[in-house]
């Protein structure tokens, strides 16, 4: 933890370069031949060195934004880029780099592979994109950073322990070790709080602070939450598939 936190916070805000902007995006789902918007003309972006959160109710097209942040799927409309280059409709391969490299993603449920230990699964995405020769030769060295990764997380007693062997929150901390893996510029994490009790839920959230801050890592951090919402730099509120941004002290009431 900083031992300055104003002086911290002075830095955060001179720094204002802008890592993701979504431009006018718009996202419909289509069922039984009715079209059902989700998100209508959405303008937002994330700074650097930030912690942004996104909070809504369920349902109200959260993580609809965070897959198209993600290239995970296309808007209907609008446009989505990442330090200035439009990733949207960038060439599969680029939009493959830009997962697996420029951001790490974590999720409510953690999507870890049960049948891997807690190290093999922090290891997994060094290995996709990988020949088996390649992972071959770096091994050592990817596992060496692999096991820093789960002593920053505070998990690395656990490294051999299967999912099912470790509480929602350990789980919660290998996906964010695996996610950091890879030194990604940007970590996009859909209710990284919303299957854990309250005291666990604050222990990572905890820990996303402190990465923010000692590492200088940028978060944007999905939520339904206010109270874990307040806790962030900027806030952006969906409603009726649009959002209202400030402050957090100004959007949650
Ligand atoms: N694949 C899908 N097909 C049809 N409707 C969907 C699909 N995914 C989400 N929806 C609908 O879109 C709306 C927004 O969902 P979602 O983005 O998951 O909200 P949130 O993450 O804020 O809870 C909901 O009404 C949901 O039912
Ligand atoms: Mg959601």
């Known amino acids: 933890m900083s031992f300055y936190p104003l002086l911290n916070q002075m830095a955060k805000n001179m720094n204002s370069e802008t890592v993701l902007r979504a431009q ?13 918007p989700v998100l209508r ?14 909070v809504g109710r369920s349902g109200s ?37 830009y997962r697996n490299h420029d ?13 891997l230990s807690a190290i093999e699964n922090v290891l997994a995405p060094t290995m996709i994109g990988k020949s088996a020769w390649n992972f071959f030769r770096h091994r050592k060295e990817a596992k060496r ?30 996906a964010i070790a695996r996610a950091l893996m890879t030194d990604p510029t940007l970590l996009l994490a859909d209710e990284p709080t919303g299957n854990l009790d309250t005291e666990t839920g604050l222990e990572i959230l905890k820990l996303l602070t402190e990465l923010n801050q000692d590492d200088g ?35 949650i009431a």
């Open 24 to 36: 006018d995006i718009y996202k419909s789902y289509h069922k039984d031949r009715i079209e059902v």
């Open 41 to 54: 003309g959405v303008d937002f972006e994330v700074t650097a060195g930030l912690v942004t959160a996104l």
């Open 61 to 97: 097209g959260k993580s609809t934004l965070m897959h198209l942040l993600a290239t995970l799927d296309q808007p209907d409309r609008g446009e989505i880029h990442f330090q200035g280059e439009r990733i949207d409709d960038a060439p599969r391969s680029r939009r493959d780099r």
């Open 103 to 115: 951001i790490g993603i974590i999720f409510q449920f953690y999507h870890l592979l049960p049948e």
């Open 145 to 174: 950073r692999a096991e820093a990764m789960l002593d920053r997380v505070g998990l690395l007693h656990r490294a051999a322990h299967k999912p099912a062997e470790m509480s929602g929150g350990e789980m919660q901390r290998a």
């Open 217 to 251: 890592l940028t978060i944007l951090m999905i939520t339904h939450d206010n109270s874990i919402a307040e806790s962030a730099d900027r806030c952006h509120r969906m409603q009726d598939g649009q959002l209202q941004q400030g402050m957090p002290e100004l959007l």
